[in-house]
């Protein structure tokens, strides 16, 4: 079975400062691709960013990072410099191309930024 | 930039009615998705189909249907809507084996079901 872990329901970071979500998962297969969605109040749910499980060098889009450490089964994203606009819902994800590119999804965390 | 679009933002409908909540994608994705969001669950996958008039089950199909008569439309039917099917419902395309893409999906913007 195919299960990914989200533990931080909610979480609050002060503007400017850095914070990390973190995401667990567990598979049997080799081959995968990890994924990082945001999802603003009341707005359109977004794709952050991407890992493919075969690249060891962790992905970076502009403030935000991600950590795999694949022998541990970890995704967490780092987000730099945190803005307002930042304030959202966090999905951790990953997809299995053997199932049919059919994505698993966490429970999400509620990430607030505080002025 | 990819353009997912879904039927309604938000509906109501009273129980026992038959809805249908359509998704329109303009990339030439071969896969489209129905989720279902509930706080504190994340997203469910109702179905989803990698092809014209294919489809497969997800995690939650117990009553739902899907039709997808052409490539770029994807429709989640309920039978006879419940209270308990009150919820978020995001539709999702994605690209295929194939289509030169990194498989991320891209959503619409969700239709707010209340079922009454």
């Known amino acids: 079975a195919q299960t990914v872990t989200q533990s931080q329901p909610e979480m609050s970071v002060q503007e400017a400062e850095t914070v990390t979500l973190s995401c667990t998962y567990d598979?049997?297969?080799?081959?995968?691709?990890l994924f990082w969605y945001k999802q603003p109040p009341s707005r359109q749910m977004i794709l952050v960013i991407r890992q493919e499980a075969y690249k060891q060098q962790n992905a970076t889009e502009n403030r935000f990072s991600v950590n795999f450490q694949k022998a541990a089964k970890s995704f967490s994203l780092k987000i730099s410099d945190s803005q307002l606009g930042d304030t959202a819902m966090y999905f951790c994800?990953?997809?299995?191309?053997?199932?049919?590119?059919?994505?698993?999804f966490g429970t999400g965390t509620s990430l607030t930024v505080i002025p | 930039d990819v353009k997912v679009t879904q039927s309604s933002r938000y509906l109501v409908k009273r129980t026992g009615e038959k809805v249908f909540l359509e998704c329109v994608q303009d990339?030439?994705?071969?896969?489209m998705f129905w989720y279902r969001q509930d706080p504190g669950l994340g997203l469910r996958l109702i179905y989803f189909s990698y092809d014209v008039k294919m489809k497969e089950k997800g995690d939650i199909p117990e009553g739902y249907s899907v039709s997808r008569e052409k490539k770029e439309r994807f429709s989640l039917i309920l039978e006879s809507a419940s209270t308990n099917q009150t919820s978020m419902y995001l539709c999702a395309s994605g690209g295929g084996l194939g289509q030169g893409t990194f498989y991320e999906q891209y959503f619409g913007p969700g239709t707010r079901l209340t079922v009454t």
């Open positions: 598979t049997s297969e080799n081959n995968y691709y």
């Open positions: 994800a990953f997809m299995t191309v053997n199932t049919g590119n059919q994505f698993y």
């Open positions: 990339m030439d994705h071969e896969n």
